[in-house]
């Protein structure tokens, strides 16, 4: 390498720079003529702009990395849900009004090209938008960060709603190309799998594997605010050889080009699903195969200033975003007791300071565990290193509790009942120095309740940190009209000081402030309804209330509970047509996984009960039920900031935090909600009179159940309850098939009602009496607006990566300057 000097233009931002910029990367990058340019090669063409601009920041943050010598945080995700990078960078330059001006003199407008970009949606929903936002907020904090995952060929399906039901198809978002990635072919691992091993003097050897090269792809992430940024670094697997020559010269095409297929289909999809057991093999592959690339990176980015791992734990922390990157613990140690030729105990010491395990969920099918027999075929070097891990780990809790046979069953690595599998949240929770839960319910049931031996052996092992989101996107970029209307009374400081917003609370009895504030929120409103009579012909009032449950859909969420609400609702306006009905516009989105039966049913269930309420001419614009297909980050960013009402119903105890809650709350909506999740600390901090909390807390759900739970004695006494199961049981909303929806009706009356969803209606139906009532009264509506909006500091996702900077990683902010 040579150190030349290099001579490059400084690119300022001005509105004439920029239009120069663009030109330029038009004619020179994308290689056409204004004459000729498509809008997405106008947006390729100032995506290129923006991205110059970028990585002169990049380029400085790496080598103020380098001369700090700083610790790193690397944080492992199976998904990351970015949506569009534009707007985003746009606003985190600080140069959205230039851009704009630039492109109006080309001709070419902003907000349409904007909506050109296709989402990265590289994540399935809560937890990949968490990682998203946690990269925001490291770059914003200027913490030294790099977000480790898979470049899938293919994101997470495109939905479509067809005749009310989900009909998924591909998205392959790369097909126009990826603006915002740098391929960078000199940075690859060789990534094994299969074979076996040997013990040798010199140690163990993993032998007789087949590989698949890892390729690294960088996105630049920016901070808002500062001139640091960080990098997403993405995997892609490449065949280790193009084609099996010998097939090929023999003639036979189709076999040569098959191994590589085969090994590249490693990053080729995102599983729809994060809780379910598709593809099993392959999902373990894609786990190995990430985790392996980069520990392989973070190790020679150590010694590329290191000669001794000696300081490894002080310059290192690797994160598990949940278990899905728990082979990473494994695999370092692998590396460096095989390959670096560290001594076991040493190695083992270092990896116990360096990672820290998220838990996302205590529902027991979504625990992840992976099969002896499939791991023994697959990574048997791994096996080895986890039953060794196991077996220091049974004999330290032997000594700790007696030979207690029940709890060494309970807490071993490996699950012996049945076949063997391993708990991967066991090997997570034994290994990590922190563990922490994603609200204060789940970090206190996971530790008193599900992990409680872990946590009587490691009590300090055991933490909370809150979930929280980015105000730069989700209120800032998402609701234009809102935000202009917060920074024209107390500033911009908001964005990079959420607690800022508690300023807002002295204006809520103002009159006029209030009057701006309903009509901000009408102009959100507006847009949507404008979008979903455009896009799908639906029609709703902008002065209904816009009730919003967005969110996957999955029983635990209970869309059910709200569809019963719905269908109660209706019969009681047909009972009394006459009666002043508070009109509401109730919208659902979210994705069912392709193999969740019920999950789809239900969708379809929501169609049939949308085709009948919102053409029953005696219900008019008193009731209208939209359900809007594709939810995704873009789609979020359009039903968000247009919602009154926000649908946070989950059964208590199920909701391991919840972030849709957070992103409703700041903006303005009032929630409907358990108390579950991160809903009790919005609670508390928004004060319980600015919410409608109802039903079973979690000790309650926890009671009701070992007392003897009766689904069908509440059927039988509740009188409109029953007529709204009946009317589904009976087919009254799919043309008198009563087969269609006879597994909603037995699940809930017959078969236990898992989710307590009829344990609770009554509660919930009393909670919307009492949305209408105070939404009939605009100024108390909007004051409680107001105060949910000023009591959202705590959950910007500055605080909570502030949390793990300090609590869990040790590491500090770079110093910029
Ligand atoms: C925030 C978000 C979620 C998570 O929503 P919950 O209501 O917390 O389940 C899921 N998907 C997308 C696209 C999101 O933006």
């Avoid at 993405?234 to 065949?239: K, M, N, P, T």
């Avoid at 791991?375 to 986890?386: C, F, Q």
């Avoid at 929770?429 to 609200?439: E, W």
Wanted: proline share 3%; glycine share 6%.
């Amino acid at each position: 390498m040579t150190a030349v000097d290099l001579e490059f233009d400084q690119l300022n931002s001005t509105a004439d720079a920029l239009r120069r910029s663009i030109s330029n990367r038009l004619i020179y990058g994308v290689g056409k003529d204004a004459v000729a340019a498509r809008p997405q090669d106008w947006l390729h063409a100032a995506a290129l702009a923006v991205r110059d601009r970028l990585v002169a920041r990049w380029m400085k943050t790496t080598r103020q990395q380098y001369e700090q010598d700083v610790k790193r945080v690397y944080y492992l995700s199976m998904e990351f849900l970015i949506g569009r990078t534009f707007t985003n960078a746009l606003l985190a330059l600080g140069i959205y009004d230039q851009m704009n001006e630039a492109l109006s003199s080309l001709g070419v407008d902003l907000t349409s090209i904007a909506e050109l970009e296709p989402d990265a949606a590289l994540g399935n929903g809560g937890l990949g938008r968490l990682a998203a936002c946690f990269l925001d907020s490291m770059a914003t904090l200027a913490i030294p960060g790099f977000g480790y995952g898979i470049r899938y060929d293919y994101g997470m399906f495109r939905q479509q709603i067809v005749d009310g039901a989900q009909i998924e198809t591909p998205d392959y978002w790369l097909r126009g190309g990826n603006s915002w990635e740098f391929p960078r072919p000199e940075v690859q691992y060789i990534v094994h799998f299969g074979g076996h091993t040997i013990q040798r003097d010199s140690g163990v050897e993993w032998v007789e594997t087949e590989h698949v090269n890892a390729m690294a792809y960088d996105t630049v992430i920016p901070g808002y605010g500062t001139s640091a940024t960080n990098t997403l670094r993405l995997w892609s697997a490449r065949a280790t050889e193009e084609l099996d020559l010998s097939a090929f010269n023999q003639g036979d095409y189709r076999r040569a080009v098959e191994a590589k297929e085969h090994s590249e289909n490693v990053s080729r999809l995102l599983y729809p699903d994060d809780s379910t057991q598709a593809g099993r093999e392959l999902r373990l592959r894609q786990e190995y195969f990430f985790v392996s690339a980069t520990m392989q990176d973070l190790i020679r980015r150590y010694q590329r200033t290191h000669s001794t791992f000696g300081r490894f734990a002080e310059k290192v922390a690797v994160h598990l975003n949940d278990t899905h990157p728990v082979l990473a613990i494994p695999e370092l140690i692998r590396l460096l007791v095989d390959v670096h030729h560290v001594p076991w105990d040493r190695a083992w010491k270092m990896v116990q300071q360096v990672f820290s395990y998220t838990n996302h969920t205590l529902m027991p099918e979504a625990l992840e565990t992976w099969d002896v027999d499939m791991l023994a075929r697959l990574l048997p070097r791994h096996l080895e290193i986890i039953f060794e891990i196991n077996a220091g780990f049974l004999k330290e809790a032997s000594e700790r509790f007696g030979h207690d046979v029940d709890v060494i069953r309970r807490i071993s690595l490996v699950d012996e009942f049945g076949q063997r599998r391993v708990r991967m949240a066991h090997l997570a929770i034994v290994t990590s120095q922190k563990v922490n839960g994603v609200s204060k319910l789940h970090s206190q049931l996971m530790e008193r309740e599900f992990f409680s031996d872990f946590a009587r052996m490691f009590p300090d092992r055991f933490t909370n940190v809150t979930n929280g989101i980015t105000p730069r996107r989700w209120l800032a970029q998402a609701s234009r009209p809102l935000s202009s209307l917060i920074d024209s009374h107390i500033g911009m400081g908001w964005r990079t000081d959420l607690f800022e917003l508690g300023k807002l609370r002295a204006l809520k009895d103002d009159p006029t402030f209030a009057a701006e504030f309903r009509s901000a929120k009408r102009r959100s409103k507006i847009r949507l309804a404008n979008r979903l009579l455009h896009d799908m012909g639906a029609s709703i009032h902008p002065d209904a209330l816009f009730d919003m449950q967005v969110k996957r859909i999955h029983e635990y969420k209970r869309q059910l509970l709200n569809v019963l609400h719905v269908i109660v609702r209706y019969n009681r306006i047909r009972a009394n047509p006459n009666h002043d009905w508070v009109p509401r516009a109730v919208i659902f989105a979210g994705k069912a996984a392709s193999a969740y039966k019920m999950a789809k049913t239900i969708i379809k269930l929501i169609g049939d009960v949308s085709a009948i309420v919102n053409n029953d001419p005696l219900v008019g614009d008193r009731l209208k039920v939209v359900f809007v297909p594709n939810y995704g980050v873009s789609v979020a960013e359009l039903l968000i900031p247009a919602a009154d009402l926000s649908e946070q119903i989950s059964m208590a105890g199920t909701e391991a935090s919840g972030t849709g809650n957070m992103k409703l709350a700041l903006n303005g909506a009032l929630t409907v909600g358990t108390m579950d999740g991160a809903n009790i600390e919005i609670c508390e901090a928004v004060g319980r009179e600015n919410m409608f909390i109802f039903g079973l807390a979690a000790n309650e759900v926890t009671e009701m159940r070992s007392s003897g739970y009766r689904p069908r004695q509440i059927y039988e006494e509740n009188a409109e309850l029953r007529q709204a199961l009946d009317q589904i049981r009976t087919g009254f909303f799919s043309d008198g098939d009563s087969h269609r929806f006879s597994d909603i009706f037995h699940t809930l009356v017959d078969w236990g009602d898992h989710y307590m969803v009829l344990a609770d209606f009554a509660a919930f139906a009393a909670a919307q009496d009492a949305v209408d009532a105070r939404f009939r009264d605009p100024r108390a509506w909007t004051a409680s607006a107001i105060e949910n909006v000023a009591g959202m500091g705590q959950f910007s996702s500055d605080r909570t990566i502030a949390e793990y900077a300090r609590e869990i990683w040790r590491v500090k902010a770079l110093e910029t300057e």
